[in-house]
């Protein structure tokens, strides 16, 4: 674990020692062979997206979702924001200790992309639910078999999900998020933070 700034910037800026690419890939390689083919949407799924590549691909990546990012598009946001940061204090329980980063830290950004991506309040936890068991590869907390149980699971329900909402964005012409324009077939994995998941879509889609 690095915890330094300057060792973390020397990290970030060696993609090629420090790579991004292949990492589930290698940590799937320690289930048995049998096991490994049943697993094929996670390395499918973590195989591309834009926190799992290196330059020239990830600032490329950036550049197309940055206008969703901007100064101007967060200050837009300002109310919204601030209203799902009151509701969140609010909900904090007084008569015990808050986890400041589960319950505050964590579901912030959650709350704020979902509903960038426009996901209706009445889904929230769906997803953030989702987002757990996915990352559970990640965190470790489990055996490695179990945890690609559970993250498969929920990666193939949210892709399902996401998978619709799409369809209906098409289907009355409108927008997933605001993206810069790069062609009309440039493929982009969008980043969920959240959730460490993405939508491989059409710029078309997104702008």
């Not at 470790?140 to 209906?168: D, N, S």
Request: proline fraction near 7%; charged fraction near 25%.
């Amino acid at each position: 674990m690095v915890t330094g700034y300057e060792p973390a910037v020397t990290i970030l800026q060696q993609s090629k020692r420090f790579s991004n690419a292949g990492r589930m890939a290698a940590l799937l390689a320690a289930l048995p062979e049998q096991d490994r083919s049943r697993f094929q949407p996670i390395y499918a799924h973590f195989a591309v997206g834009m926190i799992r590549c290196d330059p020239p691909d990830h600032p490329r990546l950036r550049r197309l979702i940055s206008a969703a990012f901007t100064p101007r598009v967060i200050q837009n946001q300002h109310a919204d924001i601030q209203e799902i940061v009151d509701e969140l204090i609010d909900a904090f329980a007084l008569e015990r200790p808050v986890d400041l980063i589960g319950e505050f830290a964590y579901l912030l950004p959650a709350t704020v992309i979902c509903r960038m991506l426009g996901v209706p309040n009445k889904d929230l936890n769906r997803v953030r639910d989702w987002s757990e068991r996915i990352n559970s590869i990640i965190a470790g907390m489990c055996p490695l078999r179990q945890a690609a149980e559970h993250t498969q699971g929920a990666l193939l329900e949210l892709q399902e999900y996401f998978g619709k909402m799409i369809a209906e964005r098409r289907r009355q012409r409108l927008k997933l998020i605001p993206m810069r324009r790069a062609g009309e077939r440039e493929e982009v994995g969008y980043a969920v933070p959240v959730s460490y998941t993405h939508l491989t879509l059409p710029t078309s889609d997104l702008v």
